[in-house]
């Protein structure tokens, strides 16, 4: 398995550019997760999805848009890019169920910059 | 809501001495509590967690950490520190029941080791 894979490792955008970050997971995992880290801050959760076709905001949502239409995959958007969005993305997944300590799995990271 | 906190942004210990990070949790019913590492430039990997078994929870790399209900807390230790220790330690925590929420991370500690 690869686990949690993520596109690109870096990326320096424009302000006002979009982009799409790409998450994938071969586990079969039903629960997916964005997260953006800032120095001071910890991982802040921006999405999450419990399943394809549905997805709910979280700590931090605004300026994001997310879609789950398979299991494996979860990309992220950014709709137009903010100085303020230069952080290290995170995507994680989850084994849920039963018995399931729902502990997560995350992907090695984006790197975006903002100018 | 869920919630951690970490004391201490920065610990600094020689090699050889004894890691102390410090964890508490808000939840009035006992959580999942999971703590992660992150070396340098990389994402989050699972140190250890708690889902309820034994109080007193063993880790990867000699780390582990007790969890005191009557303190609400999940400190992680390390009974003798090691050069490649050096990292940034998270506290997470989810609660129990429902599968839908999240895992929310403390800010991190980041530990130095002298040698």
């Known amino acids: 398995n690869a686990g949690v894979t993520q596109t690109p490792k870096f990326q320096v955008l424009k302000t006002g550019q979009s982009m799409t970050l790409q998450c994938a997971q071969d586990m079969n995992h039903e629960y997916m997760s964005w997260y953006r880290q800032d120095p001071g801050m910890g991982l802040r959760l921006i999405h999450y999805?419990?399943?394809?076709?549905?997805?709910d905001q979280g700590e931090v949502p605004n300026g994001y848009n997310v879609s789950r239409s398979t299991t494996e995959d979860f990309p992220l958007r950014l709709l137009s890019a903010a100085p303020s969005q230069t952080s290290v993305y995170f995507c994680?997944?989850?084994?849920?169920?039963?018995?399931?300590?729902?502990?997560?799995?995350f992907g090695p990271g984006t790197r975006l910059t903002v100018t | 809501a869920q919630s951690v906190t970490q004391l201490g942004s920065h610990v600094s210990v020689s090699e050889g001495a004894l890691v102390l990070l410090r964890c508490n949790y808000s939840?009035?019913?006992?959580?999942?509590l999971f703590w992660y590492v992150q070396y340098p430039n990389q994402g989050l990997q699972l140190l250890l967690k708690y889902t309820s078994a034994a109080t007193l929870v063993k880790g990867i790399n000699g780390f582990e950490a007790e969890f005191k209900k009557s303190e609400t807390s999940f400190h992680l230790t390390k009974p003798s520190a090691h050069m490649s220790d050096a990292a940034e330690y998270f506290c997470a925590v989810r609660a129990r029941g429902s599968g839908n929420t999240p895992l929310v991370f403390g800010k991190g500690t980041r530990l130095s080791v002298i040698a």
């Open positions: 994680a997944s989850t084994l849920r169920g039963p018995g399931a300590s729902y502990e997560q799995y």
């Open positions: 999805s419990v399943g394809a076709g549905i997805t």
């Open positions: 939840s009035s019913v006992p959580p999942y």
